[in-house]
């Protein structure tokens, strides 16, 4: 199957089984507001980038940055590798 220009390229996506069902006690899988995703940090990327590819807003990346200050200390040194939220 050839690869269409027109879709977007989800590839580099890694999913993790998540789900909108409330829990038992009604309390979501994530504490606040709303779900989130999973995203597997590439070479190269920036939490600009990152939010640039799922909110269309390289602005927005304070958003990631605040989901995963337990594990982003700088914002602007993330590696390879880490899994990181990403809020909806």
Not at 52 to 75: H, L, T
Request: proline fraction near 7%; avoid cysteine; charge should be neutral.
């Amino acid at each position: 199957m050839a690869d269409d220009p027109n879709k977007p390229d989800f590839s580099d996506v890694v999913s993790e089984s998540s789900s909108t069902a409330a829990s038992p006690s009604g309390a979501s899988a994530e504490k606040g507001s709303g779900t989130s995703r999973t995203y597997v940090v590439q070479g190269g990327d920036s939490l600009s980038k990152i939010s640039k590819r799922f909110y269309g807003d390289a602005n927005s990346w304070k958003r990631i940055f605040e989901a995963n200050k337990d594990i982003v200390k700088n914002p602007d040194m993330i590696q390879p590798g880490w899994k990181l939220r990403i809020p909806e």
